[in-house]
Nanobody
Framework: QVQLVESGGGLVQAGDSLRLSCAAS????????FGWFRQAPGKDREFVAS???????TFYADSVKGRFTISRGNANTVIVQMNSLKAEDTAIYYC???????????????????WGQGTQVTVSP
């Protein structure tokens, strides 16, 4: 059973940076895509970024392009480096993963089979 555990959230000021990590276990992930989604109070869950475990190609939401970077870390971890944070980035951030997700579907939450519990990111204006 795949398990995903997020860490790295917190309270920061606008303009600061945060680094979120997703520790994955339970599979080899060769054919997996990893994604980060976020959900702000009263809003739908939205796509942030994704990375293919093999090959490493990435996708980003327009709202974070140029500010966030997703990458593979050591061992089975996926990192999202968030720079120039804005108040509108405040949300619970979720790590997700799943096998055989095609590029056209990486931004769709239903494409991912496994989800972490989420980590809170709060950016004060």
């Amino acid at each position: 059973q795949v398990q995903l555990v997020e860490s790295g959230g917190g309270l920061v000021q606008a303009g600061d940076s945060l680094r979120l990590s997703c520790a994955a276990s339970g599979d080899t992930f060769d054919y997996f895509t990893f994604g980060w989604f976020r959900q702000a109070p009263g809003k739908d869950r939205e796509f942030v970024a994704s990375i293919a475990w093999t090959g490493g190609h990435t996708f980003y939401a327009d709202s974070v392009k140029g500010r966030f970077t997703i990458s593979r870390g050591n061992a089975n971890t996926v990192i999202v480096q968030m720079n120039s944070l804005k108040a509108e980035d405040t949300a619970i951030y979720y790590c997700a993963s799943g096998p055989w997700i095609v590029d056209d579907d990486v931004s769709i939450a239903g494409s991912y089979r496994y989800w972490g519990q989420g980590t809170q990111v709060t950016v004060s204006p």
